[in-house]
């Protein structure tokens, strides 16, 4: 889509950005990354009131054009940089209405930069309701610039802010908050004359910045920092003058348009409720209640849409079965790839209330309650309060979580979060280990409230944080890093969730599982089918001259004939081959040859171990008899035991395997561009492939 027009949306954490961001451009979205860095980009489309259509850019949350993380750092590359192409030619700055002193600082930055602002007032209904009382027009004139009062939450003057992006000057026209020239004036006119800079602020910044933005060549920078010996600059003394002055000004811009008075009862609320939930002992076991709950309802409330999603598929096999004739494309379609993909699809709803849950959490402010209560644990594994963020979103994937761990400063801590972040439990798990707890564990209540898969399900996920958290304690021991990690970080008051933005997580997330696990499903179902569908030599031929024999059709019925010859080709097939080959290593394991053909392919992605048991399990049973991949691996037997091969012991060895092991490509490659070396993701595979190798060991022979 071609726009007219690039917004950027600017502010601090918390003030609702994100949320105006969706507001504005509804499903219209994508993510990508800006160019030379791995910072990623949201951007997204909304038609404004003229019929104009305006790129929205959402820069990430910060609290000042003085960067402390690599996400921050990209808000003043952006804006600055004339030549970039996503230079927007309006910002919009959103500050939340409630806490405006603390938000006018970065305000006052991005003002000064000279590049046409307007004023995005949001949560104007939570500053009524605590009483603050803000003469908006004097607010606007003292400033210079437009300013809309907003409610992102409720969408409430959404439609007055697209007027005022339409009808936004091409020029800035706001007021100067402070003499910029006199915090380094000598320099800042060389600067001015040297670089050709049009704006003193900027000049001011990339004194202090020039060593770190993209745009400045070497010799450029060079001169700068030249220059700065010349005139005696000291970056953190001049930072703290300009700090000074603006909030000066903010103080006298508040003073004459702000009234608040002295208690904010959203404030007041907020502190009773965090007296219980952030509370030094109840706190924990109300947050471990909390997840016990959210398992519980994971398996309580998907079970009827996920056993519809299953019959479905079925129904769809057998109907294609019926009318299509025999052949190794209509094998292909509906074995290889529906039955692939019928083994990770059944789990979209589960997918979706994670998802739903984490998003509730995050919206109401109690996820934030979590990282605060966790930052003292953390610390004495070597980590700070930051490091929770990522953990805590590795629950949903390991990608984005790592990518998360930018905004911590200290080497060290950041390092060890990498590492250790692939352990905690993410969605793509959860499909494993649904399905193999709802193999061997009863469908039954405890206590008449628990029910025993759900809490199967919620020692999973504590215990992937308990490991998570014992393996940093080793890496604190075994790096070295002189740096000292700090955790700041501002609780928002506790709100209602956005059930509109819980349905969009909902439905972004899923969508974005079925895609991403939907591809890789699909090309390793089709590789997979053909791999256990042919055989070397003629192998293939000699089994059914083998059943041809008058004996086998005398002994067995027309189904088990069937069933014995699928099971041999199987067996003597390519793929059959290799789960033979790698059977002998994983055998004290308790995994045969065919859920070691699921390992490998599974280094894809986690989730393609359902698939790849769906897969093999249709080549192996009867055509014309499809059942879910569940009941299918319920009824495997072990032809050297006549036992079924999933025991209480196999499935959680095999649970046990995937909640230590390295099954996911794209979370090492994340690692290797996060940490720009291959040898942190080879520490990363060879350790967890150990941990994962033991603990699976350890499981089959404790519970056999």
Partial sequence: MKADIRVALVGNPNTGKSTLFNTLTGLNQKIGNFPGVTVDKKTGFCTLADGRVAEIIDLPGTYSLYPKSKDESIVFSVLADKANTHTPDLVVVILDATNLKRNLLLYSQVADLKIPVIIALNMIDLSKKAGISIDIDLFAKKLGVPVVPISARKVEGIDKLKSAISFANKVALQEASIDVEAIAPGLIAKIREDLKVDNPYLALQLAHQHETVKFLTPAESDHIEQLEKEYSF???????????ARYNFINDLLYDTVKVPETAKDETHSNKIDKVLTHRVFGLFIFLGILLFMFQSIFAWS????????????????????????????????????GGLSGVMVFIPQIAILFAFISILEDTGYMARVTFMMDKLMRKVGLNGKSVVPLIGGFACAVPSIMSTRTIENWKDRMITIMVTPLVTCSARLPIYVLLIGLVVPNRNVWWVFNLRGLALTGMYIFSLISAIIVAFAFKLILKGRERGYFIMELPVYRMPRWNNVAFSMYDRSKAFVLQAGKVIIAVSVILWVLASYGPGDRFDRIEQKYKQPQYAKQLSPEDLTRSINSEKLENSYAGTLGHFIEPVIKPLGFDWKIGIALITSFAAREVFVGTMATIYSVDGNADKIESVQQKMGSAKNPETGQPVFTLAVAFSLMMFYAFAMQCASTMAVVYRETKNWRWPAIQFAYMTVLAYTASFVAYHLLR
Wanted: no cysteine.
């Fill in 303 to 338: 079970a009827w849409p996920m056993e519809k999603i299953g019959d479905g598929f079925a129904w769809l096999q057998n109907y294609l079965h019926s009318i299509l004739p025999d052949g190794p494309l209509v094998g292909l379609v509906v074995d290889g790839v529906l």
């Fill in 234 to 244: 000291h970056s953190q003394k001049a930072q703290g003058a300009e700090t000074i």
